[in-house]
């Protein structure tokens, strides 16, 4: 693919998920099956997975929430979960220490929450990202349908790529098919708001932010604005994860944010399953002295 999937898809904390082969007659919803989907996008999966994504700014001929002449994708779906893992469920994104990472992160497009009758959209969409009230879905509705059965897509078809916003009720083609869409991705530069604009974001628009962090800036003012804007566990193991990947610019900031939060959070910080994040990153990464004092002190408590 001249687009370049490895490009395209962060490797941060939640990595791509492997595809792993699937029977192409498997239903996705109504008539539409696995071997329906666009073979541009289905060689994508198939060879670099589902994920994140670096670039997410698509422009577009009329403002949307995000922008006057923008809206960001902040990821891909595949039909694959992580292993040993369920879909996840409408309205089943709870706490659990022990599937955390994976509950909230990266749904199916087999998943229920995506079908017709939960999104309210029509059936000839089939959703392969999903945030906030918003949808990313190939549009089928000009695909040619067997003459003998008008309820079945020939195939291969490379359907137009659609964004519904439900809460504005805005309805636009972004791209005439997957790969036009992998070609209008743009780099955007990173916004980073308060916490009111952090307590009403979606999780997928912070974790993008988090895997795309260059500038010591802008990560300094996220760890800071986040402490109180997600997840404890989550924001640890997003500063083990930048600390491990000893990146010039942001792992320094994440080893500082570290200190903070052990020095005056530490009594929120007790839990099992963030102590194992600690104790592994202790156990694995040469770190600066005053950040080693202070996790021995919080592991010994």
């Known amino acids: 693919m001249e687009i370049g999937g490895k490009a395209v898809l962060q490797n941060s904390l939640y990595t791509a998920i492997k595809q792993l082969p699937i029977n192409p007659e ?135 790529i659609r964004y519904i916003d439900q809460e504005t009720d805005q309805w636009l083609i972004i791209a005439e098919n997957f790969n036009d869409l992998l070609g209008k991705l743009h780099q955007t530069k990173i916004f980073i708001g308060d916490d009111d604009y952090y307590h009403h974001a979606s999780k997928e628009a912070i974790r993008q932010q988090l895997g795309a962090l260059t500038s010591h800036n802008d990560a300094q003012k996220l760890f800071d604005v986040l402490t109180e804007n997600i997840d404890d566990l989550e924001l640890i193991e997003w500063l083990a994860w930048w600390i491990k990947k000893d990146h010039t610019t942001i792992s320094p900031v994440a080893s500082d944010s570290l200190e903070f939060q052990l020095d005056f959070r530490k009594y929120a910080l007790q839990n099992s399953a963030i102590k194992a994040v600690i104790k592994d990153l202790h156990a694995t990464t040469a770190l600066p002295s005053s950040l080693e004092e202070l996790i021995q002190e919080y592991l010994s408590e």
């Open 26 to 160: 498997t239903t996705i919803h109504t008539t539409y099956q696995i071997k329906h989907l666009p073979n541009s996008y289905l060689t994508f999966l198939k060879t670099y997975g589902a994920g994140y994504l670096k670039k997410t700014k698509i422009n577009t001929l009329e403002p949307t929430r995000d922008g006057l002449d923008y809206v960001l994708l902040y990821g891909l779906f595949g039909w694959q979960t992580p292993p040993s893992l369920p879909p996840i469920q409408p309205n089943s994104y709870e706490q659990n220490t022990n599937t955390f990472k994976y509950q909230k992160i990266v749904p199916s497009i087999l998943d229920n929450s995506l079908q017709p009758h939960y999104t309210g959209l029509p059936e000839y969409f089939v959703v392969f990202y999903y945030e906030n009230q918003r949808y990313f879905a190939f549009d089928y509705s000009s695909c040619k349908k067997n003459n003998t059965n008008t309820n079945t897509i020939i195939t291969p078809c490379e359907p137009k």
